[in-house]
């Protein structure tokens, strides 16, 4: 017996018959082996969109993170060869009031990824500690107890107790 071939087209068309004709919707998603909020979904784009909307959908994402219009990038990098020392938030400020309802603004983040992506951005300098604090070598103990502990602990009374754990 040779296969039967379907297409996923076809076997959401057949989803769709069954419910039009008047089945329930967990009953048919059982049979699919779907579960109803798919059956749903399915059921919902048929009714708005007709047999055409039964086809894959692009998973292609709507917008992409950090993408400019190409005349914002542009004026982006010209603000930024013409002030060197202005960052990614004093751009963004000049570019609200120069664009002020014309384009979405971008994001602060957004402004900084553009201006390292065209190398504008110099490294954060290192800051050193003046006084870092350094610890005390342990010593070794060769047998048990060997090496005691104190702990001081300042009091309410602002007294020093101490206390010794072996």
Not at 8 to 19: G, H, M, N, P, Q
Not at 57 to 78: C, K
Not at 136 to 161: E, G, H, R, Y
């Amino acid at each position: 017996m040779p296969w039967k071939e379907t297409s996923v087209v076809e076997e959401r068309l057949r989803f769709v018959a069954r419910l039009l004709e008047g089945e329930g919707m967990s009953e048919v998603c059982r049979a699919f082996g779907i579960s109803r909020k798919t059956g749903y979904k399915i059921f919902n784009r048929y009714k708005d969109d007709g047999p055409e909307a039964l086809t894959d959908r692009s998973r292609r994402p709507v917008r992409y993170a950090n993408q400019l219009p190409e005349p914002v990038e542009a004026m982006i990098v010209r603000l930024k060869r013409e002030k060197p020392h202005w960052g990614a938030r004093k751009i963004r400020e000049l570019l609200i009031k120069r664009l002020a309802g014309d384009v979405r603004i971008p994001a602060k983040s957004t402004v900084h990824t553009v201006l390292d992506r065209h190398g504008l951005v110099s490294q954060a300098r290192k800051r050193s500690r003046a006084n870092k604090a350094e610890g005390t070598q342990l010593s070794q103990a060769l047998i048990p107890n060997d090496l005691w502990c104190v702990d001081f602990k300042a009091s309410s009374s602002s007294a020093m107790a101490a206390t010794v754990t072996p």
